[in-house]
């Protein structure tokens, strides 16, 4: 059992790493595609914001469908359609072709997102120790590869249907090939959960959704604003403005692949508390930042903050309702979706309306909200013998250099 575990969970981290690069494929080229298919200033929110809430609609979709197959087959078909869409958008004919590859890209990575972590959260229960962070890790190197590779296309002028099928070359064949060894969890047993059996109570959930949109109106506001605020705000170079995000990225990766140390010795709650506290200091230095050196510095606070909230989330869903840890992950996915549509546009309409250091602002009492949600992150079912972890006998990760 501990080699199947060990190779589930290198075959998802896997998966978790080749969507990271998918997407940042994608939203890091928009204005490319922009171009390509003469899309108006108009026109484009429209096309941006279907993604997101078809991806809604996909993630709903997934906990009924697993209900009948299992998480594990739903993001083995899921990850190449998602890679298909990613190509058809680079080399899709005309804007109704291009409607559709997105369209098929939202649904599908509604599904995805959801059973990955379905996956995720089901593993870290058969480990008994935390390693969702791990995954999300994974996820982020994937983000910074494949704006590497967007960057580098762009660089070189390259086409995006030439820029998108050697990374859809590599990355769908290896998903299907490492998607054999995908590991599906059951539920602990003898653990009975709060709305009794198979059953997810909203108003249980609802403190981790809240946490889930106010940690990606968080990220969104980073990925959005940051090298606008820089530049117009701060008054950096176009050049310099490039690279809040990509600090945020590195950041955002380190802590990832640091932040389950943290949870085995200190608790999920602490780690929360802790990553909420650093993100809202990010956002109060950016916002009073005198130069974009210092503003520099609060991005790179917000990654190290940001980073711990949405993989902790969906492990604190999984612990909440454990007889019925994949309704609930899909619940609460649709709340990664909200935020994002959410953000952006609350950031730029009040950065018009005011100004964009009060903007900042907000993103920062929301995160600042997430404390008093921290309790939420460590039921008792979150202790797993001494201190924060099971037993040894239970940890079969416990000795491996794996992930």
């Not at 078909?77 to 680079?90: C, I, N, Y």
């Amino acid at each position: 059992m501990t080699d199947v575990l060990r190779r589930g969970r290198a075959s998802l981290a896997f998966g978790f790493f080749a969507q990271g690069a998918t997407f940042a494929l994608l939203v890091t080229r928009i204005p490319a595609i922009q171009d390509r298919y003469g899309i108006s200033d108009a026109l484009l929110p429209a096309f941006l914001a279907a993604v997101p809430v078809l991806a809604g609609v996909g993630s709903v979709t997934t906990e009924q469908l697993v209900r009948r197959v299992r998480p594990s087959r739903v993001l083995r078909w899921s990850q190449p359609l998602v890679l298909l869409a990613l190509l058809g958008a680079g080399g899709a004919d005309g804007m109704a072709g291009l409607a559709l590859a997105l369209g098929l890209f939202g649904l599908t990575v509604g599904a995805l997102d959801a059973s990955m972590n379905m996956l995720g959260v089901s593993l870290q229960r058969a480990y008994g120790r935390s390693i969702m962070l791990g995954f999300h890790a994974a996820y982020s190197l994937g983000g910074i590869l494949g704006a590497s590779l967007a960057w580098a296309g762009a660089h070189w002028g390259l086409t995006l249907w030439v820029s998108y099928l050697p990374v859809v070359a590599v990355l769908l064949p290896a998903t299907l090939v490492g998607s054999r060894w995908y590991v599906d969890g059951a539920g602990a047993a003898g653990q009975e959960e709060p709305g009794g059996s198979g059953a997810v109570v909203f108003r249980l959930l609802l403190p981790l959704c809240l946490v889930m949109t106010f940690a990606y109106i968080g990220d969104s506001t980073v990925s959005n604003w940051s090298a606008k605020y820089l530049q117009d705000t701060l008054g950096s170079s176009e050049q310099l403005a490039t690279v809040p995000y990509n600090v945020y990225m590195v950041t955002t990766l380190l802590g990832r692949a640091i932040g389950d140390l943290g949870v085995r010795r200190f608790g999920a709650a602490a780690v929360v508390r802790l990553g909420a506290l650093v993100a809202a200091l990010g956002f109060a230095v950016v916002a009073g930042a005198p130069g974009p050196w210092v503003g520099m510095l609060g991005f790179t606070l917000l990654g190290l903050g940001l980073c711990v909230l949405v993989p902790q989330t969906f492990a604190a869903a999984g612990r909440l309702f454990p007889g019925a840890s994949d309704a609930a992950v899909a619940r609460l996915n649709i709340f990664n979706y909200v935020g994002f549509l959410v953000g952006s546009p609350l950031v730029g309409a009040l950065g018009d309306a005011w100004s964009y250091r009060g903007a900042m602002l907000v993103p920062m009492v929301l995160v600042l909200v997430t404390l008093g949600y921290a309790r939420s992150f460590a039921p008792p079912a979150d202790r797993y013998g001494g201190g924060h972890e099971r037993p040894s006998t239970a940890d079969v990760g416990r000795g491996s250099n794996g992930l």
